[in-house]
């Protein structure tokens, strides 16, 4: 079974298109769970209306199912609690110059 490390490191292959940042950074990934070979992901987009959404739900299932020991991952997007930037890590605060 992968563990935690590998399953994050695979999201932050999957990079926002309009904020060329990737979507662990940004704190879009709330939730990340591994049951056998199904991986369950929660997460959010930067707005509800975000037009990457299916492109970054597409993206970050084809990353974890590369990984030898995943056969399915399960992408659920949730809305609750909202994303705000205080979401993201001091790197992508800096990419982005918001300090």
Same mark, same amino acid.
């Given at each position: ?13 999957? @990079?926002?298109?309009?904020? +060329? #940042?990737? @979507?662990?950074? *940004?704190? *879009? ?13 929660? +997460? ?8 990457? /959404?299916?492109? #970054? #739900?597409?993206?970050?299932? !084809? ?10 991952? +399960? @992408?659920? *997007?949730? +809305? ?7 979401? !993201? ?6 990419? *982005? /110059? @918001?300090?």
């Amino acid at each position: 079974m992968a563990d935690e490390v590998q399953l994050i490191d695979a999201l932050k292959q999957v @990079i926002d298109p309009e904020l +060329m #940042i990737n @979507i662990v950074d *940004l704190g *879009l990934v709330y939730e990340v769970a591994q049951q056998e070979r199904v991986v369950n992901v929660e +997460m959010t987009l930067t707005s509800p209306a975000c037009p990457a /959404g299916p492109q #970054i #739900i597409q993206q970050a299932k !084809m990353a974890l199912e590369q990984l030898e020991d995943v056969d399915t991952a +399960m @992408i659920k *997007l949730v +809305m609750s609690p909202p994303w705000t930037p205080e979401r !993201m890590t001091d790197d992508a605060r800096d990419q *982005l /110059g @918001i300090f």
